[in-house]
């Protein structure tokens, strides 16, 4: 099926920037649609923003201003600049990536925001 692995978690503070990463690989060519959620304890899983396979980006209302999902040059290298984060972005971040009928989650990485 689909591989697909995040990178770029950690501890920052209020306000600072990081980036995360998801590659998404498989034996299946094509460019993938890939979406950020996120989950934090106590709380559903969410959307933090996607990107269709023709690069068209979609945000949650929470994230519209700070966040920033793109392709990179390989197209299913997708990232998340998170910008001016706050506490209450802390969470697990999880990557998916979706072609036609397979589906795969990444195995999430955490993203704390504290000062």
Known sequence: QLLVVERGGGLVNPGESLRLSCAASGNVPGVYDIGWYRQAP?????????????????????????????????????????DNVDTEDTAVYYCNARFRSLSSWGQGIQVTVSS
């Open 42 to 82: 106590g709380r559903q899983r969410e959307l933090v923003a996607s990107i269709t396979s023709s690069g068209s980006p979609n945000y949650a209302d929470s994230a519209k201003g700070r966040f920033t999902i793109s392709r990179g040059n390989t197209k299913n290298t997708v990232y998340l600049q998170m």
